[in-house]
């Protein structure tokens, strides 16, 4: 059985989750208590070597990197995930690495410094310098997102691996109102088959 590295508290994990739920996959996790420095034992980093969730461990094949473990899992047990033809499997792969090179990281560390740094350790400057990075990828998403219900095609899995860390802009005190089209689009995803709620 597939078992997953996992954390409740985590967006990464979160997409992970909720693939292997919509596709109707079997699954076991196992709880890396992050906040106790968990992810930093040997047992883990031999597994993920950077130290980090999610992790997949498909009958000894192990792979990490959300957006990875997304496009593996759908390739190998849902394909209706990921389009099959050639320019928009080429474009699904484009929105990916936006998703971790442009909006991903901005918007989970602003969560991260207001949701689990202690108060008086929070950089508010750094938080500043983020939520700008954050609202150039919201804003080149939302003007994608224009006319779309999803952001490639059907239903995918660059829908899942952009959900969690929009859904949970409020945490960074990042505005979505002026995103209309991604406030649409999150209504959309949330009224997917089998969804569930991050927490
Ligand atoms: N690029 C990685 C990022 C993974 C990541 O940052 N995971 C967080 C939880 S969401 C983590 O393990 N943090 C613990 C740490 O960095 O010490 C991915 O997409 O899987």
């Known amino acids: 059985m597939i078992k997953l590295y996992d954390h409740p508290l985590s967006g990464n994990s979160y997409k ?10 079997s699954f076991e996790t196992i709880l890396i208590d992050v906040f106790k420095g968990e992810n930093h034992k040997t047992a883990f980093t031999r597994i993920n070597p950077a130290a ?12 990490w990197e959300s957006n990875a473990i997304l496009i593996y ?20 792969f484009k929105w990916l690495l936006f998703n971790k090179t442009s909006l991903d990281p901005y918007l989970a560390k602003s969560r991260a410094i207001l949701k689990f740094v202690p108060k008086g350790k929070q950089d508010f400057k750094e938080l500043e310098l983020l939520r700008t990075d954050a609202k150039k990828g919201l804003k080149i998403f939302n003007q994608h997102l224009k006319k779309r219900s999803f952001i490639v095609d059907n239903y995918s899995i660059a829908d899942i691996a952009f959900y969690p860390y929009i859904k949970l802009c409020h945490e960074g005190e ?6 209309k089209n991604i406030l649409s689009w999150i209504r959309n995803v949330e009224n997917t088959d089998n969804f569930f709620d991050i927490y």
């Open 16 to 25: 992970v989750k909720l693939l292997l739920v919509q596709a109707g996959l």
């Open 52 to 63: 980090k969730i999610p992790v997949v461990d498909d009958g000894g094949y192990i792979i």
């Open 73 to 92: 899992l759908a390739e190998k047990y849902a394909n209706n995930y990921i389009p099959l033809d050639i320019n928009l499997r080429g474009t699904l």
């Open 174 to 179: 990042i505005d979505l109102e002026p995103f």
